[in-house]
């Protein structure tokens, strides 16, 4: 706290550094308020299943189907990706 009166007082970084005995950078990062970072929500990013997911929904409807069974009717159709994409989706459902 000492620091940033100083600091309000018109001392240099350089003054602080010698008076604290530490550098001036860190006498600078010291003085300066503490700042919360801000946060920022970004987009879903798109995933392999985005193209598939209405027939998942589909076939979820008709039967109670697992993850791995799905998995083969989705590879059927040339779906590429792997198990766990499916299973976290069908949770999710």
Known sequence: ?????DRQKGMSYVEL??????DPRT???YAQ??????YTLTQPKPTKL???KQQVDQWLEEAPYSAVRILEKLQEQGFD????????????K
């Open 1 to 5: 706290m000492d620091i940033r009166n």
């Open 17 to 22: 550094g010698k008076k604290y005995h530490m």
């Open 27 to 29: 006498a600078k990062r």
């Open 33 to 38: 308020p503490p700042q919360k970072p801000e």
């Open 50 to 52: 985005d193209a598939y």
């Open 81 to 92: 990706g792997k198990y766990s994409i499916v299973k976290e989706y069908g949770s999710v």
